[in-house]
């Protein structure tokens, strides 16, 4: 019981008690809502690491549950910034945001996003499942009850507004750009919440942080009516934890070799037996595609699409050359000069390349108020903040991009291909002896 409300409790591994008042708990039991029950946050991962077996049904009510967290932190913190209504007000909306942000996820999450129809991503189908479902119901009765209790419209919210808000359509409102940074920015709770739980779930401790640490440390910074999330000068550390969980956690599991290479033919099954190549544009024929009626295709195709055959038996490309996790211009040049040659000597339909690139954060050298990666540093001998890269060694120096290319070769040319690579390195490169 809590402000007499009742609130349903749902056990999470992570975060322990998840609290859901009872007009959530409506769009938590809707059909597109349990269909995330059904897609896997880290699509076939569970093939390497046996353990990811997890949902984006547990990782959206996680996001909604640190979102309040970090939320109740800044406010009690700065207790006059909002007033009492507009604090309920805007923690419902950025509930709701959280609950419902990764709606529109497509069979298998970003492994086959290239799927949906053309010009639209996943973020434009969750607008359409919080707009065109029940959903905009229970959103709306959220914001009506809302509206009634401090006898004012002003409190209302709506699907629009949820909308809006989320894909930064809010305009010049101050406060509605400030609640999206919880949700989108270098240090938002959707990043925190996927780093521990998918750490978790494969049983790694790359993405480990101290939660508590970080959270305690986020403070809000305001000048001139716009307001930051900003990290108190002592808890730089947490941040910088936080932010080297994400990099080990790229490197080491999001970019797996066979991770990548799975994704990669997952994507091309859709691409063979999808009609029109592609899922439905229509929301609600949309909603019918989950993981498991991907994996049914699969398997009903497994004897006619080489594709099928190669996930359900495992058998995979093998790796003949890869990059340093830094590739430059030089090491890319290689690569590419490799990989002609392999083509020209083993075939193209024998060979797949593959390039993983991602910035380790995005993170301003420079501090600069307007830039909205900027993270604030707030600092007891100033009135103005300071910027985390100047004020974090480690942050300022993790900058070059993760640009790992890898090229893999069929089976039966495994050991002609990677003689290939071994030479033709050698004859570009040359031997630490004759260096």
């Not at 797949?352 to 954060?361: F, G, L, Q, R």
């Not at 501090?367 to 103005?384: F, G, L, R, T």
Request: aromatic share 10%.
């Amino acid at each position: 019981m809590k402000e007499g409300k009742q609130f349903e409790r749902f056990r999470d591994p992570i975060h322990g008690f998840i609290e859901v008042t009872p007009l959530e708990l409506k769009i938590i039991d809707s059909a597109p809502f349990q269909r995330l029950r059904g897609i896997h946050q880290l699509a076939l991962t569970h093939l390497i690491y046996h353990g990811a077996e997890h949902s984006r049904f547990g990782h959206s009510l996680g996001v909604m549950h640190l979102a309040s967290r970090v939320f109740d932190t800044v406010i009690a913190k700065n207790p006059k910034i909002f007033s009492d209504a507009q604090r309920e007000w805007y923690r419902q909306i950025l509930r709701l945001i959280a609950l419902t942000h990764d709606l529109g996820h497509p069979p298998f999450s970003h492994a086959s996003e290239s799927i949906l129809a053309i010009g639209l991503e996943h973020e434009d189908f969750t607008e359409k499942i919080i707009k065109e479902t029940e959903i905009a119901d229970y959103i709306n009765e959220i914001g009506q009850t809302l509206a009634a209790n401090y006898g004012s419209d002003d409190y209302a919210i709506s699907p629009e507004l949820i909308s809006d808000i989320y894909l930064g359509r809010s305009g010049d409102n101050p406060h509605f750009i400030f609640l999206r940074k919880f949700m989108d920015s270098e240090l938002d709770c959707d990043k925190m919440d996927y780093l521990l739980r998918d750490s978790y779930y494969c049983g790694v401790k790359y993405g480990s942080f101290d939660l508590e640490r970080l959270i305690g440390s986020i403070d809000i910074y305001e000048r001139e009516s716009q307001l930051w999330l900003a990290v108190d000068k002592g808890g730089i550390h947490a941040v910088e934890e936080f932010i080297l969980a994400r990099y080990f956690m790229f490197v080491q599991v999001y970019f797996h070799r066979a991770r990548r290479l799975y994704d990669k033919m997952l994507t091309w099954f859709l691409q063979e037996e999808l009609p029109d190549k592609r899922y439905p544009s229509d929301v609600h024929e949309y909603l019918k595609w989950d993981d498991a009626r991907v994996w049914g295709l699969i398997k009903e195709k497994e004897s006619s699409n080489e594709w099928a055959d190669r996930i359900i038996n495992r058998r995979l490309f093998s790796v003949v050359d890869e990059s340093s996790t830094h590739s430059g211009y030089e090491e890319s040049r290689i690569s590419n000069i490799i990989l002609s040659d392999l083509r020209r000597e083993i075939g193209r339909e024998s060979i797949i390349v593959d390039s993983a690139d991602k910035a380790p954060h995005k993170i301003p050298s420079r501090h600069d108020i307007d830039d909205e990666k900027a993270i604030p540093v707030i600092v007891p001998y100033s009135q103005y903040p300071v910027s985390l890269s100047d004020e974090s060694g480690i942050i300022n120096n993790i900058t070059k991009p993760i640009n790992i290319i890898r090229i893999y070769a069929k089976e039966e040319y495994f050991d002609k291909a990677k003689a290939i690579c071994e030479q033709r390195r050698k004859d570009m490169i040359g031997t630490s002896e004759e260096d």
